[in-house]
């Protein structure tokens, strides 16, 4: 494995299947994402609606995330993988049965994304904390690079091939490609013999998850990483799921636009992605995570004000890069800083923090877009982004707690 001196962790079998397999379902999802996104603009021509859908798929993250931590503590998590991913594939089926039917309603759509988000709940925690098992510590983040890789590679794909396949196949056949593309995922995990390890506890799960809550709030560092993270997540990301409205309403570029709008963000988060995994590690973290908070701040001001399509679609590579980068680095930071037998909850919290509050922060901003517009609720979030990025570039410029060298917890 010569060829991927640059990307060690492919040096690793299992984890050139997971990462291969993940490769192509993550693109299977992000063509459903798109696909969804259009059908429920379609259905209501209404900011609120799409967020409200974006917001039942990410409830479950709140309500769930925890055990799923807790679950992927104690049981092995290859095995809990292979049964949320085949669990996946039921509602990308139902819902293109259901378009192929013509009876398919937007409260449906906000069913079936809720239960894909429940089942998700448990699969994020189990595959990021699977991740250092296929690698171990000291290609970690090299991993956690490759990994985001993959996910924004299929971000940037994904829309692209979902924008034609709907204008050339139609809605539903979005969700019959993404429902064959777990079968790759499904084939990589039985494939892998590593099949993850499992920390017997006889203590209760409400102790095991206040372990894991009390250990973070031990470390100043992660916490001050943590709160920005759930920043973004609440009034930065939620921009994502309006981009239907400024590919339909404000550029007049249909479906097709909107897949460039989807794939530009994915095409800067892949390209922050590849940086991090060719350099292997971040010397100064801080600094680092500060350069990218402010790129996702003001490349998403920009674009909320921008009418010029072009401009609109650099901006977006700019807040991709800055999102990846800040978060992949976060990502690896926290796991590498937690021991081996509470990284399932310690990325559990990660998730819920990252994930669990965007159905929250979907919710407000269609509202907001409702009642004042989608640019203007776009620009005031970004402000509001602006704002936290500031107030964490100031510390980290004047001396904060950020550990730049990871080390090896005791257990």
Same mark, same amino acid.
């Given at each position: 494995?010569?060829?991927?001196?640059?990307?060690?962790?492919?040096?690793?079998?299992?984890?050139?299947?997971?990462?291969?397999?993940?490769?192509?379902?993550?693109?299977?999802?992000?063509?459903?994402?798109?696909?969804?996104?259009?059908?429920?603009?379609?259905?209501?021509?209404?900011?609120?609606?799409?967020?409200?859908?974006?917001?039942?798929?990410?409830?479950?993250?709140?309500?769930?995330?925890?055990?799923?931590?807790?679950?992927?503590?104690?049981?092995?998590?290859?095995?809990?993988?292979?049964?949320?991913?085949?669990?996946?594939?039921?509602?990308?089926?139902?819902?293109?049965?259901?378009?192929?039917?013509?009876?398919?309603?937007?409260?449906?759509?906000?069913?079936?994304?809720?239960?894909?988000?429940?089942?998700?709940?448990?699969?994020?925690?189990?595959?990021?904390?699977?991740?250092?098992?296929?690698?171990?510590?000291?290609?970690?983040?090299?991993?956690?690079?490759?990994?985001?890789?993959?996910?924004?590679?299929?971000?940037?794909?994904?829309?692209?091939? %979902?924008?034609?396949?709907?204008?050339?196949?139609?809605?539903?056949?979005?969700?019959?490609? @993404?429902?064959?593309?777990?079968?790759?995922?499904?084939?990589?995990?039985?494939?892998?013999?590593?099949?993850?390890?499992?920390?017997?506890?006889?203590? +209760?799960?409400?102790?095991?998850?206040?372990?894991?809550?009390?250990?973070?709030?031990?470390?100043?560092?992660?916490?001050?990483?943590?709160?920005?993270?759930?920043?973004?997540?609440?009034?930065?990301?939620?921009?994502?799921?309006?981009?239907?409205?400024?590919?339909?309403?404000?550029?007049?570029?249909?479906?097709? +636009?909107?897949?460039?709008?989807?794939?530009?963000?994915?095409?800067?988060?892949?390209?922050?992605?590849?940086?991090?995994?060719?350099?292997?590690?971040?010397?100064?973290?801080?600094?680092?995570?500060?350069? %990218?908070?402010?790129?996702?701040?003001?490349?998403?001001?920009?674009?909320?004000?921008?009418?010029?399509?072009?401009?609109?679609?650099?901006?977006?590579?700019?807040?991709?890069?800055?999102?990846?980068?800040?978060?992949?680095?976060?990502?690896?930071?926290?796991?590498?800083?937690?021991?081996?037998?509470?990284? +399932?909850?310690?990325?559990?919290?990660?998730?819920?923090?990252?994930?669990?509050?965007?159905?929250?922060?979907?919710?407000?901003?269609?509202?907001?877009?409702?009642?004042?517009?989608?640019?203007?609720?776009?620009?005031?979030? %970004?402000?509001?982004?602006?704002?936290?990025?500031?107030?964490?570039?100031?510390?980290?410029?004047?001396?904060?707690?950020?550990? @730049?060298?990871?080390?090896?917890?005791?257990?």
């Amino acid at each position: 494995m010569a060829g991927f001196s640059g990307f060690s962790a492919l040096r690793f079998r299992d984890f050139r299947l997971f990462w291969f397999g993940q490769l192509i379902s993550l693109s299977g999802t992000w063509m459903q994402s798109v696909a969804q996104g259009w059908l429920v603009y379609s259905l209501t021509k209404s900011p609120f609606y799409l967020g409200l859908v974006a917001a039942a798929g990410s409830l479950p993250i709140l309500l769930f995330t925890l055990a799923g931590g807790i679950a992927a503590d104690r049981f092995r998590k290859r095995n809990l993988l292979l049964l949320t991913q085949a669990l996946s594939i039921l509602p990308a089926l139902l819902l293109g049965i259901l378009i192929n039917t013509d009876i398919i309603a937007v409260w449906m759509v906000i069913v079936l994304a809720f239960l894909l988000g429940t089942f998700n709940a448990f699969d994020i925690p189990a595959r990021q904390s699977f991740i250092v098992e296929l690698v171990g510590r000291t290609t970690l983040t090299n991993a956690i690079a490759l990994n985001s890789a993959a996910f924004h590679s299929a971000r940037m794909i994904g829309p692209v091939i %979902a924008g034609v396949t709907i204008a050339y196949l139609g809605l539903a056949a979005c969700f019959y490609l @993404n429902a064959l593309s777990f079968i790759a995922v499904l084939v990589a995990l039985s494939m892998i013999q590593v099949k993850g390890k499992i920390h017997k506890d006889s203590r +209760g799960i409400l102790k095991n998850l206040i372990e894991g809550i009390q250990f973070i709030k031990s470390r100043n560092d992660i916490v001050r990483v943590i709160l920005l993270i759930a920043v973004f997540s609440l009034i930065g990301m939620p921009f994502i799921t309006l981009l239907p409205v400024y590919a339909g309403e404000i550029f007049k570029a249909g479906p097709k +636009g909107y897949g460039l709008l989807v794939g530009a963000t994915g095409l800067g988060a892949l390209g922050a992605a590849l940086i991090l995994a060719f350099k292997r590690d971040i010397e100064n973290k801080g600094k680092f995570m500060a350069l %990218a908070t402010v790129s996702v701040s003001f490349g998403l001001f920009i674009f909320s004000i921008s009418r010029n399509f072009g401009l609109s679609l650099l901006m977006l590579v700019v807040t991709g890069w800055g999102l990846v980068s800040f978060l992949a680095t976060a990502n690896s930071f926290i796991q590498l800083a937690v021991p081996d037998n509470m990284r +399932g909850r310690a990325m559990s919290i990660y998730t819920f923090v990252f994930l669990g509050a965007t159905p929250i922060g979907n919710s407000i901003m269609g509202v907001v877009a409702d009642v004042i517009g989608t640019p203007r609720a776009v620009t005031l979030s %970004a402000i509001l982004c602006i704002a936290a990025s500031t107030v964490f570039t100031m510390k980290i410029f004047r001396g904060s707690d950020i550990v @730049n060298s990871y080390e090896t917890p005791r257990t």
